[in-house]
């Protein structure tokens, strides 16, 4: 997501984070670590987001926990994708 307030923690519970930027991307440049493995990671991502966004950050939570993807997120419309076969609708 990368809208407010992003960092990364390691294993050692360090927590990194660029000040000039939310992106987790940057603050994986700035620790040295590589994302190059999805299992047995040597970090998580973390986001911090303001109260009044929480509905927005949970609706597209919801879209992930159905095994959709996130394209894209305008006017309050979330764009999802499937892979593998077309979607025939909203996601609800």
Known sequence: MCNFWSCI???????W????????EDALKKSGLKDDKLEDRDFVRIEIVP???????KAR?????????LYCGVNGKLY????GKPSKGKVR
């Open 9 to 15: 923690i390691d294993r050692n519970v360090k927590v």
């Open 17 to 24: 984070h660029d000040g000039n930027s939310s992106s987790h």
């Open 51 to 57: 109260k009044k966004h929480i509905n927005h950050a």
């Open 61 to 69: 939570m919801e879209v992930w926990k159905k095994g959709y993807g």
């Open 80 to 83: 999802v994708y499937c892979k």
